[in-house]
């Protein structure tokens, strides 16, 4: 593990512990954390004893292995509690919509379906999306759906995809899991998804996940616009803007690290 330089490196080398015990229900010896933090052990001590100073951990006497405890669920779900995505989000959604002139949908994954949470729209929009706040459509064949079904495991997508009602939307919609695999593993490398008339004919949309602190995606966000306006040009110049805004949101939740585009 590396270590930041200064009055904070102290801080890192305690996230580093707690993070490693996180990995190890089962606790560690002081020699295991040693070796696996890079510290000296006479520092790994040090630092375990502040932690279970404030109740962040204790030692079982009868193994001698550090162990964490419910101090921080405890303090997690005060965080989480006091985390509401839409209240979080609609600030970077308003100025998506504001930056890109089209429609930006917020929408969290219920099931097989995607749920739409909120619906950002330009002061002038001149075509209306069929989509509204509340409405549902299914995973596998919305920008959003895919976007977050391209980081489940594979196990999970394919669970999702048993459990929806495969038909053709329009004349573009996926109705392979072969091809849903593909397209999901394009996603990935990537870190946005397109939805190319799968699921409204006549409206292309650019979406990404958004991510907790686990790297799980949690909702997604979506530019939608009719086919005609999204030109390559247009989808150059917005999509470095919409994987920010993911970006930023995820990092809300403790997830900072931002997909790229290619």
């Keep these: ?25 089962s606790g560690m010896l002081l020699s295991e954390l040693a070796g696996e933090s ?28 550090y162990c964490l405890t419910l101090r921080l669920f405890e303090v997690g779900c005060k965080v989480s509690g006091a985390m509401d995505l839409l209240a979080l989000a609609r600030p970077w959604l308003d100025d998506l919509s504001d930056f890109s002139q089209e429609a930006v949908h917020l929408g969290k994954p219920d099931g097989a379906d995607i749920v739409y949470l909120y619906k950002a729209l330009p002061v002038q929009m001149l075509v209306r999306m069929a989509s509204y706040v509340g409405g549902r459509n299914p995973l596998y064949c919305t920008g959003m759906g895919k976007a977050i079904l ?10 999702i995809w048993k459990a ?8 573009r919609t996926i109705v392979s899991f072969r091809e849903l695999t593909e397209q999901l593993s394009l996603i990935r490398q990537q870190g946005y998804a397109i939805d190319n008339e799968e699921n409204e004919t006549g409206v292309f949309c650019l979406a990404a996940p958004i991510f907790n602190w686990r790297g799980t995606p949690i909702a997604a966000v979506s530019i939608s616009a009719p086919l005609a306006r999204m030109t390559p040009d247009v989808i150059k110049r917005i999509l470095p ?20 585009s290619e």
């Design 1 to 25: 593990m590396t270590h930041s330089a200064g009055p904070v490196q102290s801080i890192d080398r305690v996230l580093d512990l707690v993070e490693l015990l996180a990995d190890s229900p």
């Design 38 to 65: 890079g510290l000296h052990i006479s520092t790994v001590h040090r630092l375990l004893n502040s932690l279970i100073e404030r109740g962040y951990a204790r030692k079982d006497l009868s193994s001698n292995r």
């Design 150 to 159: 391209a980081y489940l495991d594979s196990g999970e997508a394919e669970k």
């Design 164 to 171: 929806s009602h495969i038909r053709p939307i329009t004349p």
């Design 241 to 260: 803007r919409l994987l920010q805004t993911t970006g930023e949101i995820s990092c809300q939740f403790g997830f900072c690290r931002r997909p790229q």
